[in-house]
């Protein structure tokens, strides 16, 4: 198991990454929710990583990665990925990708199909206007002092409310990871989702895509998975009974979904 690795893009950011699994299998990669980082996967690696090489990586503005100043685009968010995969050689892999790892994902099978096999898009929407909503929730955030407020609000975002009363390690440790996320890489993420609209040019993805969704989620509501199956041809569609993190919150049932899938001859 390899430790995590940094990468430069070409605008100078910092990726940080790691990869998982035998590097003789096909690699597949998995991008992480906004708020959290690569280790929002962990519990998927022993079953992924027996069939995949897993690389992981923390979006810009998050995690291990640097915080470049200023609003994040989506096509940035985007060619962070293309440009890892450069540096490491890698011609193509599958993408799973949850909420905004789910937006980056839709961006690539617009724009650069041709490096990804197959697409699985769990618990996103390909859009999550209008702008001024953001606009005042990245005002919000980048005037709080700390942010206990933002971890509070995703927290119950993300989970039911009986986890959430339970508690334990499970939540505790995406509390951390929203203490730990600097306000200004959050509001920079948060430009992205703001500014992206895929609803019409995701239409034009052609690879085999799995679209999840989460039958309780309040982030990126169910409808909005079932819009994108509608509008990628030939895409599957499976909802959970789960809020936003459908992988943590059932997690046997997703990693046998995404195998299936990505095993399919």
Do not use: C
Request: charged share 20%; no cysteine.
């Amino acid at each position: 198991m390899q430790e995590t690795s940094i990468f430069t893009t070409g605008d100078g950011a910092r990726v940080a990454y790691r990869y998982d699994g035998d590097p003789g299998l096909p690699t597949l990669v998995l991008s992480n929710s906004i708020g959290t980082t690569l280790r929002m996967w962990d519990a998927q690696i022993p079953a992924l990583a027996r069939r995949f090489r897993v690389l992981r990586y923390d979006t810009r503005g998050h995690g291990s990665s640097s915080v470049p100043p200023g609003a994040y685009s989506l096509d940035r968010l985007g060619r962070d990925v293309l440009e890892l995969l450069d540096g490491l050689g890698i011609a193509r892999a599958h993408f799973l990708g949850l909420s905004l790892g789910g937006i980056i994902g839709q961006w690539l099978g617009v724009h650069a199909p041709e490096r990804i096999d197959r697409l699985v898009l769990s618990n996103t929407s390909a859009y999550l206007g209008p702008a001024p909503q953001w606009d005042e929730r990245i005002a919000a955030t980048l005037r709080a002092g700390d942010m206990e407020e933002t971890a509070s609000t995703f927290l119950g975002n993300w989970f039911p409310p009986a986890m959430l009363q339970a508690g334990g390690a499970t939540v505790d440790k995406f509390r951390d990871m929203l203490l730990r996320t600097d306000k200004h890489g959050l509001a920079g993420a948060f430009a992205a989702v703001r500014d992206a609209d895929l609803r019409r040019t995701i239409a034009l993805i052609p690879n085999p895509t799995l679209v999840i969704a989460g039958r309780d989620d309040t982030v990126t509501a169910a409808s909005h998975g079932e819009r994108i199956a509608a509008t990628i041809p030939g895409a599957r569609l499976l909802v959970l009974p789960a809020v936003h993190l459908s992988n943590v919150e059932l997690p046997e049932a997703f990693e046998a979904s995404v195998l299936e899938f990505l095993l399919a001859a």
